[in-house]
């Protein structure tokens, strides 16, 4: 627990920093008022200075001041003062809350929507780009503005919340769209909304027959845990099912203030997952990422992905290549629980969705043996069975051998290599449209 007392030590020292400097004898009562934090973040560079007892140079100061007017600031008190001042320019929390003059460093492959969500926007709020979800986007208002955010286009967008008719117009979407099945409530944070407007968007996908998931993404656990307060949780209570997934990064985000916001969570029933984001000169190492793991499963938080950096703009510094990301997770297999290693994705530029990535470990294959390898670096062959039948799938499931009983079955679309492996499809390959040797064929 050494971990935890450190950090609430910086916790209670930056604290007295703060309450001093807004001269209010009342300021401690207010910490944790999750609206009073909001209403005090630090959105400029000499508020920061002053809570935080630190100087910029002149220089360095007239560029932080341009990345600003890019890209806005806003810090938490709270999050503020988990920063180790004394280090802060190696600090963590201070490389994800405070600009960067390298964010000005605007690289050739940085793009301004690099998921191509805006693309796939059939309705103003709704990304749909998988089969059976959507990913509903519910507010532009953030605790924080992380300086790692994909969305920095929409960064600063004067805390926009959407009308209850422009919200009207993604529930709608979801209810003529039958084979959605699961809504991702995003933004923005969708716990920046008051609880009675989220509770009325729940209730609305509620009342939609073929919605059976709702998921919620927030860092309000991070950068805002007073958020999680009794009355949100017994809203939420009363809307199942419900997944949450929260947003650490690091291992000094887990401190008394956040486990207690997990706590709540969890003990309220609602299952908790983690997306952490690789980012350069936070967290790429093995040893910060399993501490990270262990911590979050300490709290019932199951890490669920690990992001590579996408190409949004101004964020070429933090990004990592992709075999740092490898090395990690080969440093996590196998060295702590299973389930405690979380997928790394590349989240596809261009719309193309989370690509899973991850060390080799089938070496080779032949007719009837796998020849695979262990974290250790062991060896092994797995026999392949000698008698197995293969069930000819022919998409008829009411005559297949296997039991299958389903009230609705569900409409089986073959794509990409599913469609090369289906016993029911002749396609034999597939061939990028603009191919010139198949042109040629046609111009023949």
């Known amino acids: 627990m050494k971990l935890q007392s450190e950090n609430s030590l910086t916790v209670v020292k930056n604290i007295s920093k703060i309450t001093n400097f807004l001269n ?17 973040s630090i959105r400029d560079i000499e508020t920061f200075e002053k809570k935080l007892g630190i100087k910029f140079p002149l220089e360095e100061k007239i560029k932080l001041q341009k990345t600003i007017e890019q890209f806005p600031m806003s810090i938490t008190p709270y999050y503020l003062s988990l920063i180790e001042a004394e280090n802060y320019s190696n600090d963590p929390i201070f490389r994800q809350a405070f600009p960067s003059i390298e964010e000005m460093n605007i690289d050739q492959s940085d793009l ?46 004067v805390d926009f919340i959407p009308t209850k008719e422009e919200i009207m117009k993604g529930i709608e979407y979801i209810r003529k769209t039958h084979v959605v099945r699961d809504v991702l409530l995003s933004g923005g944070d969708p716990f920046m909304l008051p609880d009675e407007y989220l509770d009325w968007i729940l209730t609305e996908l509620e009342n939609i027959p073929h919605v059976e998931i709702i998921r919620i993404g927030t860092r309000t656990p991070v950068v805002l845990p007073f958020r999680i307060t009794d009355d ?34 969890a003990d309220s029933g609602i299952p908790l997952g983690n997306q952490s984001v690789l980012l350069a000169g936070v967290n790429d190492c093995t040893h ?34 992709v075999g740092k990301g490898i090395e990690i997770i080969e440093g996590l297999r196998g060295h702590t629980s299973g389930f405690a290693i979380p997928t790394y994705v590349v989240d596809a530029p261009g719309g193309g969705g989370k690509i899973p990535v991850m060390p080799n470990y089938l070496i080779s294959w032949s007719n009837n043996k796998v020849i695979l390898r262990n974290f250790e670096g062991v060896i092994t062959t797995y026999k392949e069975p000698d008698n197995y ?56």
């Open 389 to 444: 039948e293969h069930n000819n799938c022919a998409l008829d499931c009411d005559n297949c051998n296997l039991y299958l009983k389903m009230e609705s079955p569900e409409e089986v679309k073959l794509v990409g290599i599913k469609k090369l492996l289906a016993d029911s499809d002749n396609c034999i390959s597939l061939t990028p449209d603009g191919n010139e040797r198949i042109e040629k064929r046609k111009d023949e």
């Open 288 to 321: 910060i990422m399993k501490k990270l793991v262990r911590k979050l499963t300490q709290n019932r938080v199951r890490p669920y992905y690990l992001y590579q950096c996408d190409l949004s703009i101004g964020l070429s510094h933090f990004r990592t290549p």
């Open 232 to 265: 949100l949780i017994k809203m939420l209570k009363r809307h199942k099912p419900i997944w949450i997934n929260t947003h650490f990064n690091h291992p000094r985000e887990i401190v008394p203030e956040s486990i207690e916001a997990l706590n709540k969570l």
């Open 24 to 40: 209010s004898s009342i300021a401690e009562d207010f910490w944790t008022d999750w609206k009073w934090q909001v209403k005090h």
């Open 112 to 157: 301004l929507d690099p998921l191509g969500e805006d693309k796939d926007s059939p309705v103003t709020g709704i990304t749909h780009r998988y089969p059976d979800r959507v990913l509903f986007h519910i507010s532009n208002r953030c605790a924080m503005y992380c300086r790692h955010c994909t969305r920095k286009r929409k960064v600063g967008d």
